[in-house]
């Protein structure tokens, strides 16, 4: 089961919540995808390099530009 599929709840509407899964499933490539959802857990950067096997400098480079995009996406929405 992907842990993306239940946002916390934290008082959110319905509609804020689809919007974050949306905009989660917007993000590309998919390794941006894999390294958010990761950090989105609790992962440290150290173990998501780890788990796919790449430099924790492109780890950090993957998660700031998701993040940047999920950020933006939901600003498009009205989400945040």
């Not at 804020?16 to 989660?24: F, K, L, M």
């Not at 590309?28 to 430099?55: C, D, M, Q, S, W």
Request: proline share 5%; hydrophobic share 35%.
């Amino acid at each position: 089961k992907d842990p993306m599929d239940n946002f916390p709840d934290s008082g959110l509407t319905a509609t804020q919540i689809y919007a974050r899964q949306r905009c989660y499933e917007k993000l590309a490539p998919p390794t941006h995808k894999k390294v958010f959802k990761y950090h989105f857990v609790g992962f440290k950067l150290r173990e998501i390099a780890e788990k796919i096997n790449t430099k924790i400098n492109t780890v950090t480079t993957w998660l700031t530009a998701a993040k940047k995009a999920y950020r933006s996406c939901l600003d498009d929405q009205g989400a945040i």
